[in-house]
Nanobody, 121 residues
């Protein structure tokens, strides 16, 4: 019903920037009411980096405040994560997750496949 594809990851030097994109497709994209960007490194739990709700309210993890910006475009078709002043500790696989409102379950969470971000000199 909803599929998510992330793109934009890669290798960047410390202090550099990357822009990640989460593209939603499917018949139920209009039922999305929030999207979050998460990241995960091996051996650690997946953590929320930034999220944006239907009203446009954005929230950020303390570790990325002032450096990352989340935004959405064309309704929920594209959600961007602009990452500036990148640090080696930002290295991780980044995932987007959409919360989709459903008539039966109430909501379901849909995940993308992830995109790798490596910050290294």
């Amino acid at each position: 019903q909803v599929q998510l594809v992330e793109s934009g990851g890669g290798l960047v030097q410390p202090g550099g920037s990357l822009r990640l994109s989460c593209t939603a497709s499917g018949r139920k994209t209009s039922n999305i009411n929030a999207v979050g960007w998460y990241r995960q490194v091996p051996g650690k739990e997946r953590e929320l980096v930034a999220s944006i709700a239907s009203g446009g309210t954005a929230d950020y993890a303390d570790s990325v405040k002032g450096r990352f910006t989340i935004s959405r475009h064309n309704s929920w078709n594209t959600v961007l994560l602009q990452m500036n002043s990148l640090k080696p500790e930002d290295t991780a696989v980044y995932y987007c997750k959409a919360r989709v409102i459903t008539s039966i379950e109430g909501y379901i969470d849909v995940w993308g496949q992830g995109t790798l971000v490596t910050v290294s000199s």
